[in-house]
Nanobody, 119 residues
Framework: QVQLVESGGGLVQAGGSLRLSCAAS????????MGWFRQAPGKEREFVGR????????YYADSVKGRFTFSRDNAKNTVYLQMNRLKPEDTAVYYC????????????WGQGTQVTVSS
């Protein structure tokens, strides 16, 4: 059974940094595009961005561009989200997701990890 498990969330002050990890199991990790989403209380889920199979290509939402960085280690079946210069509005549950094609729907989702940024 495919599993995506996020970790690394927590409480951080504004301006600080956090690094989230998403470890995948029971899938051919290098065949999957990995994405990150977030959902704040009372708000719709927001697409944060994605990283393609080899990690060469990335896409970032405007709200995080220049502050967040995706990376992946296909040998460890893990994708990372480095978040710098965090703002209170970054507070949300962060989810990773996986899919095999750029235009397809997301096939698998993690359970989420809470990130709280205090002002």
């Amino acid at each position: 059974q495919v599993q995506l498990v996020e970790s690394g969330g927590g409480l951080v002050q504004a301006g600080g940094s956090l690094r989230l990890s998403c470890a995948a199991s029971e899938l051919t990790f290098s065949s999957y595009i990995m994405g990150w989403f977030r959902q704040a209380p009372g708000k719709e889920r927001e697409f944060v961005g994605r990283i393609t199979w080899s990690g060469v290509n990335t896409y970032y939402a405007d709200s995080v561009k220049g502050r967040f960085t995706f990376s992946r280690d296909n040998a460890k079946n893990t994708v990372y989200l480095q978040m710098n210069r965090l703002k209170p509005e970054d507070t949300a549950v962060y989810y990773c997701a996986a899919k095999t094609s750029v235009v397809g729907t997301w096939d698998y989702w993690g359970q989420g990890t809470q990130v709280t940024v205090s002002s």
